[in-house]
């Protein structure tokens, strides 16, 4: 992950774009109730669109799908002309820089299926991301971690020092 991003360049990207464009993730495991939706839209009515939604250069969905979601029913369709306001990330082909702002987005407001987070945790893991790095991205601390990655307790321990020297040629070992 860059460090010298421009914190700027999102906004200064906004723009209204057609919402038939834009498409979702694969991978976002945030869900919300119809009654929760019902509220969204009324907020827009009451608000006005007051967050835009992030996507990548090819309009998949980063962050912002319910907003998307209820900007094609009525009567926010007609109300916005068929458009949504998209600022773009581009996180130059790299999907797991996709998959943490989606998910830092999410957790920054609500809750998560517990399914779709122990996938997303277990794939990242199988893509060689680290425990510090998942940690630190999704906002996890590693028992956390540990406990969506499915693995098992000395299988999690073996990668977590993996990387670190041995300090003595102790053994465990268990009784039955």
């Not at 498409?23 to 919300?32: C, G, L, M, R, S």
């Not at 009654?35 to 969905?61: A, C, F, H, M």
């Not at 920054?108 to 122990?118: D, F, I, N």
């Not at 540990?146 to 299988?155: A, K, M, N, P």
Request: proline share 5%; charged share 30%.
């Amino acid at each position: 992950m860059e460090n010298n991003i421009d914190l700027f360049a999102p906004l200064a990207s906004l723009q209204w774009v057609d919402r038939d464009k834009l498409h979702a993730n694969d991978y976002n495991p945030n869900k919300v109730s119809e009654e929760n939706l019902k509220l969204l839209v009324q907020s827009i009515l009451t608000n006005g669109w007051t967050l835009p939604i992030v996507v990548r250069p090819d309009y998949t969905i980063i962050d912002g799908f319910h907003r998307w979601t209820v900007s094609g029913r009525e009567p926010l369709r007609t109300k916005l002309g068929g458009k949504v306001p998209c600022v773009i990330v581009d996180h130059h082909g790299d999907e797991s820089a996709d998959v943490y702002g989606t998910i830092t987005h999410n957790r920054a407001r609500g809750t998560h299926l517990l399914e779709p987070m122990k996938a997303i945790v277990k794939k990242l893991m199988d893509e060689g991301k680290t425990v510090e790095e998942i940690g630190k991205q999704l906002g996890m601390k590693p028992e956390e971690v540990f406990r969506l990655s499915g693995f098992t307790r000395d299988e999690f321990l073996e990668l977590m020092t993996k990387d670190h020297p041995v300090y003595s040629k102790a053994r465990v070992i268990r009784s039955v």
